[in-house]
């Protein structure tokens, strides 16, 4: 059955809502294209995306990866939303806001030329690629969503899922971790709290306070984490599909998932 990202994702935008799609394949975009080891970004619209998209500016919030579904033998999206799990493309695309969705590929180029440096590299991806994925599958699956963003095998979150498969499996780092620091963009000596009072980062400040325990106890800002963003911007993957929505005033978002 044919994907049609084109008519699926992009034919819902309105006249307030004009679409720009871009493919690097020849001819339209369906399920065929993608390949085992694609990296699917979506712009979710769960609060654990809202603070990420107000945290990093960039709406790319949710990332999962294309895999056969064992039991169903058909191609999914492996994630970590409210459990890690296989879920139906058209399920996964469905969660994003505005029909936003980017795919990208392991660049063989960049690979080969990071494997030169380190030889346990494996950038053959697609042979056997869910044999080599296996371990982390069973590892992973039926997991808790990580709604702190901690660095732990109990609980997982969608870019640690993400890289937690290519690295375990392939030896390939999609991209580094960064501090809380880092991501939230505060400066050397500035405490998070401190965000309480600049209107301009208030959101960031409630965010936190929200999804941290009471006072944000559970919080610490140099803490390490991976972002969805920071895989979407790595040399490792190249764009072979994206289509995403501009959209004249606000986020408009009416519906919430579960990750």
């Not at 493309?89 to 990208?104: E, I, M, R």
């Amino acid at each position: 059955m044919r994907f049609l990202f084109p008519l699926l994702l992009c034919g819902l935008s309105s006249l307030s809502h004009a679409a720009s799609c871009v493919s690097r394949v020849p001819q339209e975009f369906d399920a065929s294209t993608l390949k085992q080891g694609d990296v699917v970004f979506i712009s979710s619209s769960s609060p654990q995306s809202e603070m990420l998209l107000e945290a990093t500016r960039s709406k790319w919030t949710h990332v999962g990866v294309v895999a056969k579904d064992p039991v169903t033998g058909q191609l999914s999206v492996f994630e970590a939303s409210s459990k890690v799990k296989f879920s139906s493309l058209t399920d996964f695309v469905g969660k994003s806001h505005g029909a936003q969705v980017s795919v990208k590929r392991l660049d063989p180029a960049v690979c080969a030329a990071r494997k030169a440096r380190d030889p346990a590299i494996d950038c053959n991806i697609g042979v056997n690629f869910n044999a080599k994925i296996g371990d982390a599958v069973e590892k992973f699956h039926g997991k808790n969503y990580d709604r702190k963003f901690q660095e732990s095998d109990d609980t997982i979150y969608c870019s640690e899922l993400v890289d937690k498969v290519f690295r375990e499996s392939f030896g390939i780092e999609i991209a580094p971790y960064e501090s809380f620091q880092n991501m939230f963009g505060l400066k050397d000596g500035e405490n998070w709290r401190d965000l309480e009072h600049d209107p301009q980062r208030r959101h960031v400040f409630d965010a936190i306070m929200a999804r941290f325990g009471p006072g944000g106890r559970d919080f610490q800002q140099d803490a390490l984490v991976v972002s969805p963003v920071a895989q979407y911007n790595s040399e490792l993957l190249q764009t072979v599909y994206e289509c995403e929505e501009r959209v004249q005033s606000g986020r408009g978002r009416n519906h919430r998932s579960s990750e």
